[in-house]
């Protein structure tokens, strides 16, 4: 079963991305960082993982390995586990505001997500209804 956490874990470390992050959420993911940078001295495929660069344009590639050897650790080590998800709530708690939206995708997507906030009335997506004149 896909676990969203270590999902999400896995796209932020393979990502890299702290534009925009405050302060205290690049702390927060450099000790995220730390401690899976740590695990991965023991673990091979870990290791493999965090080092290797995306082979698809898109990059999706590496979090999905990343992400199965952050499965295949965690499942080894019940401490691990726990503490990577401590240090990803610590992460999150710093990068999610009041007034944001968080999403959450799990599972076997193809094709785009849409995200939407604050509609009233219908919402149409696709390509418009041909109309048909009389």
């Not at 590496?62 to 050897?69: H, I, K, N, Q, S």
Request: aromatic letters at 2%; proline letters at 5%.
């Amino acid at each position: 079963m896909d676990d969203p956490i270590l999902t999400a874990i896995a796209v932020a470390l393979s990502t890299r991305a702290v534009e925009g992050l405050t302060d205290a959420g690049r702390e927060a993911l450099a000790s995220l960082m730390h401690l899976v940078r740590r695990k991965a001295t023991g673990h091979r495929e870990l290791r493999a993982s965090l080092v290797a660069e995306p082979t698809s344009p898109e990059g999706d590639d590496r979090a999905v390995e990343l992400r199965r050897a952050l499965g295949d650790a965690a499942a080894r080590d019940p401490s691990f586990d726990q503490e990577l998800r401590r240090r990803w709530e610590t992460f999150h708690q710093t990068t999610v505001r009041a007034d944001a939206v968080t999403n959450t995708v799990s599972g076997q997507v193809t094709g785009p997500v849409v995200q939407a906030r604050d509609i009233s009335g219908g919402v149409h997506v696709g390509l418009p209804a041909q109309q048909h004149r009389p």
